[in-house]
């Protein structure tokens, strides 16, 4: 099983790469979907603009070949600008993302953050009943100024916390997102990745 | 949540730390010291060279990358960056987030450059603020030895920095730096209303109090250095962070 990262050339795919490696996996790294092969779920890691990344996968072809497999039932993980990428659309820009989740994704709310910052950098505690999370409660590390809004609660896989509760982590069947790093959040990123690759050994 | 960040600082791939940026003291192996915090779990590091600036030095890359591969917590280094390609090595290296200072002696096209390829997110620029004998608190640049442009009564140019795309603020307070002695409040209180931006506040911190008196006058985390480094009784250097209770303390910190 060897996962695929698909590397839109939108930050840095090292730290990722490490921590997967340092759990013992062998992960293989996609600049071209010509280059995936059905060895292991895929990851999209991404950071930045969503316009940009958006315009990256439609270049290289990456939109068709992502809703094709994941359709038909291969397990996709997004990570950060990844998990935006999942859903319908962005504030941040105009165009259309993957649309795998229903929901979109918003500004925070200035008038509820109080004297939080934007962008929300640093750790954050989750809220999850989900075992994909250390018990008894696990913090991860968060960079971002947009958060998801889902259309269906139920694919709510975590909340966090900047001023007020917003969701962040996305399910629905075997589509994945997080919006923090766990590839930066040492043991509890560890945990996760572990949990949620030894599900496809 | 409120960040507590260790600061170290490299001379000529060494650790040292200094006492308003003076009077250098040994400290150790950078490697070990940044083992020690990963197995702690800090929230994250700065690494800032001192010497590559002032010696007109690169950036140490093959002992960045080193650094950097021990710890899965974000990482930023800072010293010695001048163009875009030491950005970029940085970056490959492994490193989060990049803090500049020096270059913005000249111009802030650097600035532009970065946040445009690398996000906001990953833009540090740090501010070193002394109080000379007569007259007002003024910004140090270590390239220079001497003043940036503006003054901290007058904190436009933090403004005019946010728009070229900095993510970050590190404000550090010279004279109360490697001294253990708290922190300059005021300025501290200043910097966080003016800017946008999270701002980590830097220098002075001795005491659990220190920290929480930052968070109080709206710094979003802390830079500290000397305060993590505990000299034992047979000249030992002992690396340390907070402990369990006062970890606890710094969850309490939001909302303030």
């Given at each position: 099983m060897y996962p695929q990262i698909v590397d839109l050339s939108v930050g840095n795919i090292n730290s990722i790469v490490r921590m997967l490696r340092y759990l013992g996996y062998e992960p293989m790294v996609r600049a071209s979907p010509t280059e995936l092969d059905d060895s292991g779920p895929i990851i999209l890691p991404g950071v930045g603009s969503f316009d940009y990344a958006v315009s990256i996968l439609d270049d290289r072809g990456w939109r068709e070949k992502i809703v094709t497999e994941v359709t038909a039932g291969r397990p996709i993980l997004g990570i950060c600008l990844g998990m935006q990428l999942l859903l319908n659309s962005s504030d941040e820009g105009v165009l259309q993302g993957l649309g795998l989740i229903d929901g979109s994704v918003v500004k925070f709310d200035h008038s509820k953050i109080g004297k939080n910052k934007i962008p929300h950098m640093g750790w954050s505690w989750i809220s999850s009943t989900s075992d994909l999370f250390p018990k008894p409660r696990a913090k991860y590390y968060h960079v971002h100024k947009y958060h998801a809004q889902l259309v269906n609660p139920s694919d709510e896989l975590a909340r966090s916390h900047h001023g007020y509760a917003f969701t962040s982590a996305i399910q629905r069947n075997n589509v994945t997102g997080v919006q923090f790093h766990p590839e930066k959040s040492h043991k509890f990123g560890l945990y996760f990745l572990d949990k949620y690759l030894s599900g496809f050994q | 949540m409120f960040r507590v960040i260790p600061q170290l600082l490299l001379s000529g791939g060494e650790l040292y730390k200094t006492t308003k940026f003076k009077n250098p003291k040994y400290i150790g192996d950078p490697i070990n010291a940044i083992r020690i915090f990963n197995e702690k779990e800090v929230d994250e590091i700065i690494v800032t060279d001192i010497s590559a600036t002032k010696e007109r030095l690169p950036p140490n890359f093959a002992l960045i990358e080193d650094l950097a591969a021990e710890c899965f917590m974000p990482m930023t280094y800072g010293g010695g960056i001048r163009s875009m390609k030491d950005v970029d090595l940085l970056f490959s290296c492994g490193i989060e987030k990049i803090c500049i200072q020096s270059a913005l002696a000249n111009d802030y096209s650097l600035l532009r450059d970065i946040s445009t390829k690398y996000g906001n997110q990953s833009l540090v620029v740090s501010l070193d603020f002394f109080k000379p004998l007569?007259?007002?608190?003024?910004?140090?640049?270590?390239?220079?030895?001497?003043?940036?442009?503006?003054?901290?009564?007058?904190?436009?140019?933090?403004?005019?920095?946010?728009?070229?795309?900095?993510?970050?603020?590190?404000?550090?307070?010279?004279?109360?730096?490697?001294?253990?002695?708290?922190?300059?409040?005021?300025?501290?209180?200043?910097?966080?209303?003016?800017?946008?931006?999270?701002?980590?506040?830097?220098?002075?911190?001795?005491?659990?109090?220190?920290?929480?008196?930052?968070?109080?006058?709206?710094?979003?985390?802390?830079?500290?250095?000397?305060?993590?480094?505990?000299?034992?009784?047979?000249?030992?250097?002992?690396?340390?962070?907070?402990?369990?209770?006062?970890?606890?303390?710094?969850?309490?910190?939001?909302?303030?």
């Open positions: - | 007569f007259g007002k608190l003024k910004i140090y640049n270590s390239a220079v030895h001497g003043k940036l442009k503006g003054s901290y009564k007058d904190l436009q140019f933090i403004s005019n920095l946010e728009i070229e795309g900095v993510g970050e603020f590190l404000i550090t307070s010279v004279d109360h730096e490697g001294c253990r002695n708290g922190m300059d409040i005021d300025l501290i209180s200043a910097v966080a209303k003016k800017s946008s931006v999270p701002i980590i506040a830097a220098g002075g911190i001795g005491s659990f109090e220190d920290i929480r008196a930052a968070s109080v006058a709206g710094a979003s985390a802390v830079s500290v250095g000397t305060y993590f480094v505990f000299y034992g009784s047979r000249k030992a250097v002992l690396i340390n962070y907070l402990n369990q209770e006062q970890i606890r303390k710094v969850e309490f910190l939001d909302g303030l």
